[in-house]
């Protein structure tokens, strides 16, 4: 059973641009969200994901968005890109209380 | 605001004996809480949990304990060992299954052989 998936592994971006991260979920799993981890920080919660709307949000501004798709894998989306955007980008899915995580995209924008 | 909090940012231990990991928590309205451990280029593993309703989980080598009233919790791992060397993030839930987590900055432990 393959667990949370997520692509590409690291990405190098210039500011101004635009990226999609790409995320599937374990097995059986049908809920689907994003937090970015910054350096020496914790994970924060970016959106929420489940039956293809946007179910919470956390506080990040609208240049972040998302999709999910009908098989519950789901893109995050960043545009205008910002320096302050470089961090790691982690998918999580759930079917209940506990959240299981990919192993992130790490993303550099310079 | 950093509704959860942990204090000491890294822990060293020697093989064998217990590890205590501490952290905090403001929101009253948490009634979820998970411990992740994360190595480098890697995503959190979920650990153990515990529910607002317990004071007391146990799984294996790892034991969480809620106290309420004082708004903590802790992780002990008993006996440590040099694999559970990671960064250990503590996690809190409101409003039920699929709720967004809100976590700590993470402590980083160290078990030495």
């Known amino acids: 059973d393959a667990g949370v998936t997520q692509s590409p592994t690291h990405l190098i971006k210039t500011r101004g641009q635009q990226v999609t991260l790409r995320c599937s979920p374990k097995?059986?799993?049908?809920?689907v969200s994003w937090y970015q981890q910054a350096l020496g920080q914790g994970p924060q919660f970016i959106f929420q994901y489940y039956e293809e709307e946007e179910r919470q949000r956390g506080n990040f501004p609208d240049r972040f968005s998302g999709h999910q798709f009908p098989n519950y894998s789901s893109e995050l989306n960043v545009n205008a890109l910002l320096l302050g955007d470089s961090a790691l980008y982690l998918c999580a899915s759930s079917w209940g209380y506990e959240q299981y995580f990919g192993p992130g995209t790490r993303l550099t924008v310079t | 605001d950093q509704q959860v909090k942990q204090n000491s940012p890294s822990l060293s231990v020697q093989e064998g004996r217990i590890s205590i990991l501490n952290c905090d928590y403001t929101n009253s309205m948490f009634d979820y809480f998970l411990w992740y451990k994360k190595y480098p280029a890697e995503g959190p593993t979920f650990l153990i949990s515990?529910?607002?309703?317990?004071d007391k989980n146990e799984d294996g080598r790892f034991t969480v304990f809620l106290n309420k009233s004082a708004k903590h919790l802790s992780l002990h791992i008993v006996p440590s060992q040099p694999g559970d060397s990671a960064v250990y993030f503590c996690?809190?839930?409101?409003?039920?299954?699929?709720?967004?987590?809100?976590f700590g900055k993470g402590i980083t432990l160290s078990v030495r052989p």
């Open positions: 097995s059986g799993h049908d809920t």
């Open positions: 996690a809190a839930s409101t409003g039920g299954a699929n709720s967004k987590l809100t």
């Open positions: 515990i529910s607002s309703i317990k």
